[in-house]
């Protein structure tokens, strides 16, 4: 008999790296300056890895500080899914290195891409798993080194990201909602307003590829903002309707953490400026990490209540977007 479980977050961690780059910092290597950066994207200062940190460490230590929340060991976990654009390396997967390190040998691990919505792809995924009996107990992170994919010298993309990682442990429950089904989409004919063309199959590394910057992130940044808007604030209301919840019983609306004009748009699209979260001006766009970190900070600085209801919603580089609707317990 086909099971549907309620599934529940019991516990999130996240972890960004110790070095703080500020506004002022990237105006002695580009063309730009703090008042820039900040009245464009209220973004004041974000975190760069060392040199020796890989996206799996980011992952590993956010995981290691969920499972800690959670009052789990690792070896419980049956399912770790890494969400990220920026793997350790094209294989093997990054999940399978933070598997190493957390030491969750009972887990299955893969890797999941769908960029800056991947965090909210993967609790989905982990969910739908849960939900009908395939696995008990799932760890769900969204780690990125953003930092080793940019143009420093590009003042239009190398202003807006940083790096770190976030993550969230699932398991079913039988008490309140849980992690409501989600809200996904997809637009593939506009991939190339957001992508890193060069260092995959279509078109290998070469030295005339690295020599054309083809292996940095490439991106039109008016038509991302457009698309953003829309698709985020569309996603959160046909989640709420799909779960059939009214925008005033939300307590709190977390959403990908890419631009605070982008926030605030939606926010003032569905009349809920009181009730966003953003910590944008902290970390800058971290891409699959920032809606991890973002709800780990909601949960532990006391933002989300129990019995309340949060809505996330992601929108990245695909396209792609999603929004779900989560009754936060009282085990968090
Ligand atoms: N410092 C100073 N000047 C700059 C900088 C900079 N860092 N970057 C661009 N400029 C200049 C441009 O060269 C241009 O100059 P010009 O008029 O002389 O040609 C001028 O500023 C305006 O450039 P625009 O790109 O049109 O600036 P805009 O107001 O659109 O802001 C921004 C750019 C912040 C990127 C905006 O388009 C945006 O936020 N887009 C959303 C993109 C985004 O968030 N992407 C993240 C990844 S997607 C995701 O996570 C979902």
């Given amino acids: 008999m086909a099971l549907n479980r309620t599934v529940t977050i019991l516990g999130t961690g996240s972890y960004v790296p110790e070095k703080v780059v500020t506004n002022d910092d990237l105006a002695v290597l580009v063309d730009t300056s703090d008042e ?5 994207t209220g973004m004041k200062e974000r975190r760069i890895c060392a040199a020796n940190q890989a996206t799996s460490d980011l992952g590993a230590e956010a995981a ?18 890494v969400a990220t654009l920026s793997p350790d390396m094209f294989f093997p997967s990054t999940a399978c290195f ?57 003042r239009s993309t190398c202003i807006l990201f940083g790096d770190g990682a976030g993550a969230a442990i699932l398991q079913a429950r039988d008490r309140g909602r849980g992690l409501m089904p989600a809200v996904m989409g997809s637009d593939g ?21 690295v020599n054309r910057k083809e292996h940095f992130i490439q991106m039109q940044g008016r038509d991302v ?14 989640t709420l309707e799909k779960n059939e919840i009214a925008v005033d019983e939300v307590a709190c609306f977390i959403p990908h953490q ?6 605030d748009a939606i926010a003032k699209r569905l009349d809920v400026e009181d009730r966003m979260f953003s910590n944008v001006e902290k970390y800058a766009n971290t891409s699959s990490a920032a809606l991890a970190i973002a709800l780990d900070e909601a949960a532990h600085e006391g933002v989300l209540k129990s019995g309340d209801l949060a809505v996330l919603t992601v929108f990245g580089s695909g396209f792609t977007w999603g929004a779900s609707v989560l009754e936060w317990g009282e085990n968090q």
């Fill in 64 to 81: 290691k500080a969920a499972l800690k929340d959670a009052g789990l060991d690792a070896a419980e976990i049956d399912l770790l899914i």
């Fill in 189 to 209: 004919a506009l991939a190339d307003l957001l992508w890193t063309p060069g260092g995959g199959s279509r078109n290998p590394i070469s030295h005339e590829m």
């Fill in 98 to 154: 933070v598997q190493d390190q957390i030491g969750a040998k009972n887990a299955f691990c893969y890797d999941l891409g769908a960029a800056c919505s991947g965090f909210l792809y993967a609790l989905e995924n982990a969910r739908a798993q849960i939900a009908c009996g395939a696995v008990e107990t799932a760890l769900v992170i969204g780690a990125e080194k953003m930092s080793s994919f940019l143009d420093w010298e590009d």
């Fill in 225 to 238: 903002f457009k698309h953003a808007v829309t698709r985020m604030g569309d996603a959160v209301m046909a």
């Fill in 258 to 263: 890419a631009n605070i004009r982008i926030i």
């Fill in 36 to 40: 820039w950066i900040y009245s464009r």
